[in-house]
């Protein structure tokens, strides 16, 4: 890997740059060519969401920052991602510059916005072949100002150029997680020590209107959704030369990682890839074991789109093709599960009622089963839950920018909230009985299926997104067959 020069980071393996050299560099270069742009539909949609979040804050300068690199080791930054609120307010996403920074400042009855970003430099400047954080020689060309305010229809300015406002004369919200350096900037400027009210209601405003998802959402929701099934195939494509490799379980993951890249902008999050045992650990995601013949493997994946918004998908498959007549027991007890909750999900319903009525199907199983020490109705008392053993996890939450959207919406809104028409959350419920659990019978232990789906909630019902990955015992045989 390049390093960069001694006016960037001085080391005992740096050569000095020579006043000839620099001359050198900046001269003899072609001249620059904007490159043509257009509005980008998702444009319009993003001002709409900067619309509506306006109205929540009369009188309050909005910054909303993308956020810089987060360092990895030494001086390697992981791979850059945008916060989501700042690619839901402008529709930028995989390509945001770094640092950017969106401000909304009030001017009477509404907030004027801006977009500060870094633009190109210039090939007479240092800081294009010298500085290995942000030199385009380095890291590749930035979008210019004009074309970034073409394709997102906001105004912009370079970054350099971004102040807070006087906080006495203007109060000031600010995502708070997003930018470190900019939270202690406004830190000093206030005086005190961490968020204030403005802000933790900014990241609320901001992840509660992703509880409803507008018409592009949902369509980049569809496509991760059918670029995971194509990854899915892969994974089947690759099952043969994964058995009985030592850490077939990474044969898998890349191959799945290989679709993410080509279609999308990576995985959406790391990927399960858990054979045999693995499979009873929720988030496994070493990957480095073995897949045997006659093993169950779980994987739960998906594909993120260059505009962040992302699938997640669970299936769970016999390795050789085949179910056996344990596997698929438990298998069909867990669809059983993740229909009735599909069932249940109908505008105007609790939101937490569709966990309820998976983990009741989840408990007549294990109970039937002799699993438990208790009657059914007694572990489905508030005070008891002894089947949540198999099963601790919920069954589901929201979907979108983030694999677990929405994070910092209100308990009220929503785990005690009202299901509504555009809201996007997976169907999850599993069953998973640990190698060394001696409450079930030894047949059983070692055995882990989980089964997710991505779910639409329309007018009067809803819409199984990934229906089409299949997710019955015979469907998935017919699958792996083919």
Request: proline share 6%; with cysteine; glycine share 8%.
């Amino acid at each position: 890997m390049a390093k960069d020069p001694p006016e960037q980071q001085p080391s005992n393996r740096s050569a000095p740059i020579s006043e000839a050299f620099r001359t050198f560099i900046q001269s003899g270069w072609s001249p620059s060519h904007p490159t043509p742009a257009a509005r980008l539909p998702i444009a319009d949609y993003a001002a709409t969401r900067r619309d509506a979040v306006s109205e929540s804050f009369p009188g309050i300068t909005l910054v909303i920052p993308a956020g810089s690199p987060k360092q990895r080791s030494n001086d390697t930054d992981y791979p850059y991602r945008p916060h989501s609120a700042f690619s839901y307010f402008t529709g930028w996403g995989h390509d945001t510059t770094a640092g950017s920074v969106l401000q909304g400042r009030w001017r009477g009855d509404h907030h004027e916005w801006t977009l500060f970003a870094r633009g190109p430099a210039p090939r007479t400047s240092d800081e294009f072949y010298a500085n290995a954080a942000i030199g385009e020689f380095w890291t590749g060309r930035r979008r210019s100002l004009d074309e970034v305010a073409t394709r997102f229809g906001i105004a912009t300015a370079e970054r350099e150029t971004f102040v807070f406002p006087d906080s006495e004369s203007s109060p000031i919200a600010l995502v708070w997680e997003a930018d470190p350096a900019l939270s202690g900037e406004l830190e000093t400027l206030r005086g005190s020590e961490g968020p204030q009210s403005d802000d933790d209601d900014l990241e609320r405003v901001a992840s509660e209107m992703r509880l409803v998802k507008d018409d592009c959402e949902i369509a980049e929701l569809r496509e991760a959704v059918a670029s995971t099934h194509r990854g899915f195939t892969d994974i089947i494509e690759a099952l043969p030369g994964a058995i009985g490799h030592e850490r077939g379980e990474r044969v898998i993951e890349g191959a799945f990682h290989q679709r993410a890249r080509i279609e999308g902008n990576a995985v959406g999050y790391d990927s399960i890839v858990a054979a045999g045992s693995h499979a009873c650990i929720l988030h496994w995601v070493d990957n480095d074991g073995p897949i045997r013949d006659g093993d169950l493997l779980l994987v739960d994946a998906g594909v993120e789109r260059e505009s962040l918004y992302t699938a997640d998908i669970t299936r769970t498959l016999p390795v050789n093709g085949r179910f056996t007549q344990q596997q698929r027991l438990v298998y069909e007890a867990v669809l059983e599960a993740a229909d009735a909750a599909f069932d249940a999900v109908k505008p105007g319903v609790p939101f937490h009622t569709v966990h309820d009525t998976a983990m009741a199907v989840i408990a007549r199983h294990v109970s039937e089963w002799g699993f438990l020490p208790v009657s059914l109705e007694e572990t489905l008392e508030k005070t008891s839950q002894l089947h949540r053993r198999y099963m601790i996890h919920g069954t589901s939450h929201h979907l979108g920018l983030d694999v677990h959207d929405c994070a910092h919406a209100r308990r009220e809104r929503y785990l005690l909230g009202t299901i509504e028409p555009g809201m996007v959350f997976t169907i999850e419920p599993g069953l998973y009985f640990q190698p060394d659990d001696e409450t079930v019978p030894a047949e059983w232990r070692g055995i882990g299926v989980r089964i997710e789906d991505d779910i639409l909630v329309t007018r009067d019902g809803a819409e199984n997104l990934s229906a089409g990955i299949p997710r019955t015992p015979d469907e998935v045989e017919t699958w792996m067959a083919r």
